[in-house]
């Protein structure tokens, strides 16, 4: 079966640190992968999609970046992290283009203090 | 370009129906979704619906999309105090993005 786990589940960070939040896909091969952000009491905000290895698209003009190292490897990152920056971040996955299925990771609670 | 636009409250009695709308901008939509987050944690699928349908029911909960208008609802039967949630209508494109709406809160009163 497939499943999908996202690390580290909290964390507190300084102001101007660096970030990396990591997702990985397992049971399946070339899957679509997301990273959401959900800021407090607000909505989901695409941040990236990628339909393949290489192929970033970005969403949201910030100071987060995201790679795609291998097929079923999401890194979503920061070289300075600002107070904005706060939030649940999410990554999913979906099968392909057709999209009839998509599964959340647990989340990510960044906290930038 | 792409929009999910959702109410951003309801309220309802024990028992009565919920009906949580949605619309959305973009006509390349393949799938369309309606995701339940609770509080504190992460999102759960309820239920989707192809955009060649215009109506899927599953249990309590029924879809019912209007795509001349775009037009997205989810109704929710005989609401219990345990489905008082964020809601959130989402898009899927052909293009591989998947797009949420801001989220509806429920709250279920007894």
């Known amino acids: 079966s497939q499943t999908i786990h996202q690390w580290p589940a909290t964390l507190v960070q300084p102001v101007g640190s660096p970030l990396s939040l990591e997702c990985t896909v397992e049971g399946t091969s070339n899957p679509n992968l997301y990273w959401y952000r959900q800021a407090a009491g607000r909505g989901l905000q695409l941040l990236f999609y990628s339909v393949g290895i290489g192929q970033i698209s970005s969403e949201v003009p910030q100071n987060l970046s995201a790679s795609r190292p291998q097929d079923r490897q999401f890194i979503l990152s920061s070289k300075k992290l600002l107070l904005s920056d706060s939030g649940f971040y999410l990554c999913?996955?979906?099968?392909?283009?057709?999209?009839?299925?998509?599964?959340f990771g647990e989340g990510s609670w960044l906290t930038v203090v | 370009g792409e929009d999910v636009e959702q109410s951003l409250f309801l309220s309802v009695r024990e028992g009565d129906s919920s009906v949580i709308n949605c619309t959305y901008t973009d006509s390349s939509s393949t799938y369309l979704y309606w995701y339940k987050q609770e509080p504190g944690a992460g999102l759960q699928l309820l239920t989707y619906i192809f955009s060649n349908m215009d109506m899927k029911q599953d249990q309590r909960l029924t879809v019912l999309l209007n795509k001349k208008d775009k037009h997205l609802s989810l109704r929710i039967a005989d609401t219990q105090t345990g489905d008082s949630a964020i809601y959130f209508c989402a898009e899927f494109e052909n293009t591989g993005k998947l797009i949420f709406g801001q989220g509806t809160t429920l709250q279920v009163k007894p």
């Open positions: 999913a996955w979906s099968r392909d283009v057709s999209g009839n299925t998509i599964y």
